[in-house]
């Protein structure tokens, strides 16, 4: 007998929902859920689509968050069978979003059928927070959403968001917080002047080059037990009209810090613009905050998620903070705990995208032990 979380990963893996698109998997979705008795609310805007389904009013509330947009497939010719026709090959279930992360979400609608059905009166509510734009943008999103939660009162108590976590096999590791995203474009003054009269001018280059030794340079802070110390990067650097014979009128840096809970931005903003009042340089700054670090430290959802691993999976699982920025950036103003849990990452955004075939019985499992432990145990 087919595993029913398999075949729903394959009915809307079939669906074409490149970024912004859903191309109809959450009414696929929506329609799975309204039996068990969920409310469905799509929070919709500028082309996005935003599904927001809850059982139950009241606490403790556990959500299922995700997306159901994917990358773009690359040439076509390179597949071995369409992005959009999964095809089950050697043991593994090929196509777009099958690991980035259609095979979660599907995980955590049987879960959930499977936790109603055993426990149809349980204690709290169930809630799923799905859109089509996480690989996009992301500004009409998760975080349209969350904004309208926020308006309401509502409050998270669980949140498992199904990212692509594991490394080697399913369940070594999880997200249990992600690092902050600080960007700034930094543009330093000088004066134009013809290079052979360099006394007549000012270069910007040479007057930022000992600042941007000295911020490379800096311990912006030790990190903590979950994440590494915070790092600043220079990303790009432009000075110059193209000319040999011209010192140019000024030099723009653009540069990104990925800091941890160690740090603030406002602190981190202080601290690089005291460097450069130091090297008393003529500058200006304009800064985008892309994200601020969240953290679920070892807890009742943590606890949930190592154990149902042990018994499912049986290995220890590694909780871990690596990695790029995720919708959790935006869930972490109302959620008290949120993890990322979800299948093996190798292949996500790749071409013959694939996961395994017996990763979905088990993912399933564990979200519905997480689930029990959670709300009914």
Not at 155 to 173: A, Q, R, W, Y
Request: hydrophobic share 40%; aromatic share 6%.
């Amino acid at each position: 007998m087919s595993d029913p979380t398999l075949e729903l990963a394959k009915q809307i893996i079939a669906c074409h929902s490149v970024t912004p698109e859903d191309g109809g998997c959450m009414e696929i979705i929506a329609e799975r859920l309204k039996p068990l008795g969920f409310t469905i609310e799509f929070i919709n805007r500028n082309g996005v689509t935003n599904l927001w389904a809850r059982r139950g009013t009241s606490a403790p509330l556990f959500v299922f968050a995700g997306h159901t947009d994917v990358v773009p497939t690359g040439p076509l010719e390179k597949w071995t069978s369409p992005p959009f026709a999964p095809e089950i090959r050697d043991g593994m279930l090929y196509g777009r979003g099958a690991a980035d992360m259609k095979s979660s979400v599907a995980a955590s609608v049987t879960a959930v059928e499977a936790f109603v059905a055993d426990h149809p009166d349980h204690p709290g509510s169930l809630a799923f927070l799905l859109t089509s734009d996480e690989e996009g943008d992301a500004t009409d999103g998760t975080v349209a959403v969350v904004e309208a939660l926020r308006e309401r009162g509502v409050t998270l108590d669980f949140c498992i968001i199904g990212e692509p976590t594991s490394v080697n096999t399913l369940g070594d590791m999880i997200k249990n917080g992600r690092r902050g995203s600080l960007s700034g474009v930094l543009t330093v003054k000088g004066i134009q002047c013809h290079i052979a009269y360099p006394e007549k001018g000012r270069n910007p280059i040479h007057e930022a080059a000992p600042a941007l030794a000295e911020l490379a340079a800096t311990r912006w802070d030790d990190g903590n037990e979950y994440f590494p110390p915070t790092t600043w990067q220079v990303s790009n650097i432009h000075g110059g009209t193209g000319a040999t014979n011209v010192v140019p009128g000024q030099l723009e840096i653009k540069f990104n810090f990925r800091f941890s809970t160690a740090s603030t931005p406002e602190g981190l903003q202080q601290r690089l613009c005291a460097i450069l009042d130091q090297h008393k340089l003529d500058y200006e700054i304009k800064w985008t905050l892309g994200a601020r670090p969240f953290l679920t430290g070892r807890g009742q959802l943590a606890d949930a998620a190592a154990a149902a691993i042990r018994a499912v999976c049986s290995i220890e699982t590694e909780l871990s903070t690596t990695g790029g920025t995720s919708d959790g950036r935006f869930i972490a103003d109302i959620c008290r705990q949120m993890l990322e849990i979800g299948p093996v990452n190798a292949t996500s955004h790749k071409i013959d995208e694939c996961i395994a075939v017996d990763s979905f019985p088990r993912l399933s499992a564990i979200y519905g032990r997480i689930l029990r432990s959670c709300l009914v145990a």
